[in-house]
């Protein structure tokens, strides 16, 4: 039961915490934390058994700037977290955002840094639904023959379809923002 329990909790988790220690700008060793398999499906000891496996894991699309964030981070270089695919070890493929944190010596010197990942995946998949829908509403409101408009609160007008544009014989540009 507590086996069980604990499989739960692990497959529940949506973060966890890597640290890449450095010398003279090259990785020496990487810890992955508890948290991995709930996110990957490989242990922490998996991804000590093989040290490429992180970057095998990367789909293949977003393979490359993910080499490129890394390089950056290893030139010492503050950088922005980065989303990207990976491929876990049931052949799922989820979103993770890989948020850094770099630590230096006294000198200015990179000697660590920790990754914060989290998986993004239901977040991005509804952000992709509302995006999808917001095209297709486009479409259909630009489709309609007759003008239409929409107007705020003070009725300055905020969205035309095509009919109206042409209806007016204006721009958008010229007609957005016109009472």
């Given at each position: ?71 950056t981070i290893l030139s010492g270089k503050k950088e922005s977290p980065i989303e990207h695919?990976?491929?876990?070890k049931d052949g799922r493929i989820k979103w993770i955002r890989n948020t850094p944190v ?78």
């Amino acid at each position: 039961e507590s086996e069980s329990r604990y499989k739960y909790l692990i497959d529940s988790v949506t973060d966890y915490i890597y640290t890449v220690k450095v010398e003279n700008g090259s990785p020496v060793s990487t810890s992955h934390g508890y948290g991995c398999e709930g996110i990957t499906g490989f242990t922490s000891d998996g991804f000590d058994a093989n040290p490429f496996l992180w970057l095998q894991i990367i789909h293949e699309r977003d393979r490359e700037a993910v080499k490129k964030h890394a390089e950056t981070i290893l030139s010492g270089k503050k950088e922005s977290p980065i989303e990207h695919r990976i491929i876990c070890k049931d052949g799922r493929i989820k979103w993770i955002r890989n948020t850094p944190v770099l630590h230096y010596d006294e000198h200015g010197n990179l000697t660590a840094y920790d990754g914060l990942i989290s998986d993004i995946t239901e977040s991005k998949i509804a952000w992709d639904a509302v995006e999808k829908a917001k095209k297709e509403w486009e479409t259909t409101f630009d489709a309609i023959k007759d003008p239409i408009f929409i107007h705020d609160k003070k009725f300055n007008l905020v969205r035309v379809n095509k009919a109206y544009q042409m209806a007016a014989g204006m721009a958008f540009n010229e007609i957005i923002g016109r009472s």
